[in-house]
Every structure is written in structure tokens, then in C-alpha cells.
């Protein structure tokens, strides 16, 4: 039940790898295992790899429900 | 990236033993977001909660709506064949890049990258591959070192010093200590007999720390295939330890790549179940890469008023379950030897969520 935090490509680079931006913070990670990626898509990253693309509509939808989540965890503290 | 949750496995040794086992989870309980949630919104949401266990949260959210609604069906060809992409794509993974990193041996990158786009593929499509006899054959070769057949019918494991095939290598890099063999197993049922053994227990603490029978039970490859002759000739010699796992994980990779060369008759067998047990809720059993998988919804005018999910990590995980109760009195004197042991059990228990381990001498 690993959740999953869609990130935005903001470059690709040689063998594979790229740089997405979660939530400000950028990290490079594989784009091995997803087809015709660009910059500005939505993929959802799990340990270092880029697992699926999400169209913009899904991306924002995931985004604010996690948002959601936040602020429930954060009222429970 | 704290939302997502993570495991904190801490081992405390005192003298010589682990005294405890103390397993500290951040991971956030997701399925509430769902609760006040119209049964479309509900279910088009779950499969955008997770990451690599999308297709198997999918298809057991909508067979427990199913089921509640007094529409529960038998699961179609097409959601048969995403579950069995999606768990063939996890044992991959393991397989072919955790085990060999965490062990020091060579990855199959190159062949893992190509196999898991092929099967992300597949299970979207809903077709079922042609590329199935060249999957089995490149698990048969370069995986398993053997027939597919030969492989299922093991008697006992024990390979020759030399052979080169991954299962081998991994075999061999394994720690061969053995482990108790303690602790319950979470039972292949039905949802109908998990729905009833488990009536009035979905509350929250239920959902973080699950019991089956008043205790903690292990659930995921081993507890599907110990029964099996290869199995319980490995439980005798190595107790739960690495190998066991490590040999269940390839049974079960070995099946998998069976159905998916077979065709779609072939994976009847995989396990996606659902009941209702009053008017508006339903219950979920769906069997993934890492073990049982439960949902339960109860519905009230077409939304959800409840949503409980268990997922496998929280069976394994639990304070006292096969985690922490097999550690619990291991030798702790060599540090570097009990991380290794600790690792590997972490590794083949698969949390579904970053983890770290620390040991700390009391």
C-alpha cells in the first residue's frame, strides 16, 4: 500500500534517467520502465523509477486528495 | 515525500540476543479518504492512491462495492490478467534487482526494464500476451536454471556448487541460518470466511495491527506455497529463514509465467473473491505478489459510510508478527551478520513502503 505521489518531469537526460519535481523537491530517477515520456508529464515515481504516466486531469486529482490527506493527518496531531 | 509513509524497524540487543523488536509506521490510513465519497468517486480514486499495487486495490474495491450492492460477479479474463501482470511485475523486481543488490550480485537490468513494460502493457490491455512462451522461457533460463514443469515439481532444493542461473547465485548468496519456524499463517480463504471470522473487528486498530484468531499471521509467498514438497523440505532445514522465502518467491514467479504462457484458463486459479454479508457491505479477499489483500466497504445510499483496507505489510509488520517474532532472540553479538539476516527477512517479507533498520545495543 505504498502511496502514489505524482511527480512532474522537468528534464530529461541521457541513459534513461530525468529529473522530476515532487511537491519543489527535484530528484533524479530512472524513466526505464514507462514509454514516450516528456517534459511536463505527470508520473507517479516509486523507489527511484518512474512507474506510470498520469494525464494532468488524474495528476490533479491524486495531488489534491493527498493535499486532503495532509491536512486530516495534520488535524488528528 | 513523508505522506506516503514509511517503516522504522528497530532491533534492540541486550548482551548477547535481541531483546526487541520495536516497528515504528508512518503510513497513513488512505482508505478513509474515501468514506463520505460517492461509490464512483470512490472507486475511481483507489487505484490513484497507489503505486504498485493499483490494479489489485482496483479490482478488490470494486468487487467489495460489487458485493455490497448484491452484484458480486466472478472475477472477468481481463482482471485476471492484470493482477497476474501486476504481482509477475513485483516478483520481478524483487527478483531480478532488490535480491542481487542487497546480496552484491550482478543485476538484470536490461531484461527487468523490457519484461516490466511488456507487462504493464499487458495487464492494461486486457489481452492476453502472445509473448508468453518467450517470458517462460527466459524465467526457465536465465531465472530458475530449469523447465518450468521441473521447477513446480522440486522435491527439495539443493543446487550444485557451480550453476549460474539467478535462483542459483541468490541461493548461494543467501544466509543459510535458520530461523524458527513460529508464528501463524494468514489461511488461503474465501472472502466469505474471512468476512465472518472477522465481523465487528474493521475498526482502526484492526486495519494497522490485523490478527487472525487472536494473533498476529503471516501472510505472502511462503504462507502460499509452504505446503509444497520443495517448501516444506526448505522449512525443515532453514526454518522461516531466507531460503524458504527466496524459493517461494520463485514458485511463485514460476506459476506466474506458466499462466501467462498458458493462456487465460490456466489463471482461473487466481484469487480474486468477494461476499456480502448483510445488505450494503462487502468484503473483499484478492491475493497479490505480497500476500492477502482485504477490503471492506459498507455502503449507505449508493455512498460509502465505511471503508476498511488491510494490506499485507500490516499483517507481517504487525508489532508481533513474522517480522519482529523472528528476530525476537537472534544472535546479536556480530552486528554485520545480524543487519544481513534482518535485511534479507525485511527484503522477503517486502513492506510495501520505504523501511530503514536500526540496530541499537541496549
Known sequence: MCLALPAQVVEIRGNDLGVVDLGGVRKEVSLALIDDVAVGDYVIIHVGYALTKLDPEEAAKTLALFEEMGTVETQLQ | MSIAGSLKLKLVVDAERVAAVEIVSTRPRAARLLAGKSVSAALSLLPLLFTVCGGAQRLAGAAAVAAAQGRAQPATEAERLTLLCEATQEHLWRLLLDWPQLLGQAQLQTEFSAWFRRLALAGKSGCWPDWGDTFADFVATEVL???????????????????????????????????????????????????????GRWDEAFERHPEWQGAP?????????????????????????????????????????????????AAAATTIDACSVAPGIGVASVETARGTLLHRVRLEDERVAEYTLVAPTEWNFHPRGAFASLLFGAPGTDGESLRRHASALALALDPCVPYQIEIEHA
Open chain 2, 217 to 265: 499471521a503471516e501472510t505472502g509467498a511462503l504462507a502460499r506455497w509452504r505446503l509444497h514438497p520443495a517448501l516444506a523440505s526448505a522449512l525443515l532445514h532453514y526454518g522461516r529463514g531466507a531460503r524458504p522465502r527466496l524459493l517461494a518467491r520463485l514458485m511463485d514467479l514460476a506459476r506466474c509465467a506458466r499462466y501467462i504462457a498458458d493462456g487465460a484458463d
Open chain 2, 145 to 199: 536454471g530449469m523447465p518450468l514443469e521441473s521447477w513446480e515439481q522440486l522435491a527439495s532444493y539443493a543446487p550444485a556448487g557451480d550453476g549460474e542461473s539467478l535462483a542459483e547465485r541468490l541461493w548461494r548468496a543467501l544466509p543459510d541460518a535458520p530461523l524458527e519456524d513460529r508464528g501463524a499463517w494468514l489461511p488461503q480463504a474465501s472472502a466469505a470466511t474471512f468476512a465472518q471470522a472477522l465481523d
